[in-house]
């Protein structure tokens, strides 16, 4: 199985600040990569797919990249609807997994 | 509307079983693959069983194979996981998802439904 990991696993930042999250693949999973907020007492929802393609009505602010085990999610100028959980998702092969995700908190 | 809904979730003992049911409104159902995915009660998530849209191919998590069944009907746009032998470890929140990319293949998650939560107690 592919073992996803995600740094840091909760941060607080500010409004307006930029913020980066790393998920890393045990293996190369070529741009196979997905991201995903939840709220509390929400569904997920999907931010990105495949690496770096944003999904219709996110927010430009929110940007990803990478490609073989290493990604990132990068939200600028961080808003107060931005707190939330972020996991990771490979689909290179099944089972398909998720990090553990990343706890965002805005101040 | 375009929704997901899923329903029977329930307390149950360890060792019973149980089967979940997911509704599918505003958009072709039979046109898509689907998943299930649980999350544990403050936990992260854990993707469980996928099947093709026309039902003929299946995948699951390790931790639920031999265990769990996925299977729809496409009539009723109706989504189904059926559990068995139901542990502890499985007391989850259970969502259903539709598959982004189509019928046969596998790449996002991009419809969720509110989740059905599952409980395995004595």
Known sequence: ?107 | QVQLVESGGDVVLPERSLRLSCVASGFSFSSYAMHWVRQAPGKGLEWVAFIWSDGTNEHYADSVQGRFSVSRDNSKSALYLQMSSLRAEDTAVYYCARESCGGDCYQDFDLWGQGTLVTVSS
């Open chain 1, 1 to 107: 199985d592919i073992h996803m990991t995600q740094t840091p696993s909760s941060l607080s930042a500010s409004v307006g600040d930029r913020v980066t999250i790393t998920c890393q693949a045990s293996q190369a999973i070529a741009s196979f990569l997905n991201w995903y907020q939840q709220k509390p007492g929400e569904a997920p929802n999907l931010l990105i797919s495949d690496a770096s393609d944003l999904e219709t009505g996110v927010p430009s602010r929110f940007s990803g990249r990478g490609f073989g085990t290493t990604f990132t999610l990068t939200i600028t100028s961080l808003q107060p609807e931005d707190s939330a959980t972020y996991f990771c998702q490979q689909h290179y092969k099944f089972p398909l997994t998720f990090g553990p995700g990343t706890k965002v908190h805005v101040k």
